[in-house]
């Protein structure tokens, strides 16, 4: 008999309905534009300097919209950590097969939590960069790449064989070094000269928690309270006075409070956090 944990869950069940509609809807929009640029390709009205011009606005408008479908789907999606990582296996595998390269891969738990689209999507993009930017170096022959999973964060680690001259602030990790900022994570970097170079990156499988508004986290006054809120709405000092019926001097005692409460340096950074 099956046991019934083999079965989908109906929360995969509803993401896979989900992406069966995202993928026919995806399908529509492509036909709808291959017909259109068709249509005005064959069109006996327009010259073929202006057919080309709209064909070429309809390919752009349908580009831009399939990259964002894409975008977000991806974002949207959930990987197994176990698939991702056999997805990366698999973009690598030319560099094994037709390269001296020598790769060993240490597979994550199969119990591990599965991946937001998005940082699978960058860890693979990650490790592939990094391969690269060792191989560049010169001498490399053998490089381990492992991933595990905290239940918070997914966590790479790269190492190779070779010169051991690698630093965080080498050009060619620079890339990956903004790739990781922008998922919120991790990077160190250690070289051994003689003996290669380690990197070891930490992914947040979830994002940042939404910082606390200014006016929950520090305690102020009413009178403060409604200086921040036209701060915000951009007023300058002069119109904040006149709305609140206070004199200036007592407006810029108020907003020099609020920045020493804030910890800010400006009222654009003051606004920011008070959003």
Known sequence: ?????????????????EHAGTVAEQADRH??????????LRSTRLDDRG?????????????????MATDEQRSNLLEPVVGAFARLRVDL???????DLDV??????????ALPGEVAHAARAIVRSTVLA??????????????????LNLLIGIRDDGKGELTAHDDSL?????????????????????????????????????PEPLADAVPLSGRERDVLRLIVAGERNRAIARQLGISENTVKFHVSNLLRKAGARSRAELAALAR
Request: aromatic share 4%.
């Open 1 to 17: 008999m099956e046991s019934t944990t083999d079965l989908p869950s109906p929360a995969s069940r509803r993401l896979a309905a």
């Open 31 to 40: 036909a709808i534009a291959l017909e259109s640029i068709l249509a005005i």
């Open 51 to 67: 057919a080309r011009t709209m064909a070429a606005e309809v390919a752009t408008t349908a580009l831009v919209g399939l990259r």
């Open 93 to 99: 595998h030319p560099l094994v097969k037709y390269g």
């Open 104 to 113: 060993q891969f240490v597979e994550p738990p199969a119990t591990g939590r």
């Open 134 to 151: 060792f191989v560049d170096q010169g001498e490399t022959r053998r490089v381990r790449i492992q991933w595990d999973c905290d239940g």
């Open 174 to 210: 620079r890339p990956i070094a903004e790739r990781v900022s922008a998922l919120s994570g991790a990077l160190a970097v250690s070289s051994t000269p003689g003996w290669g170079s380690s990197l070891d990156i930490r992914l947040p499988l979830d994002p940042p928690a939404e």
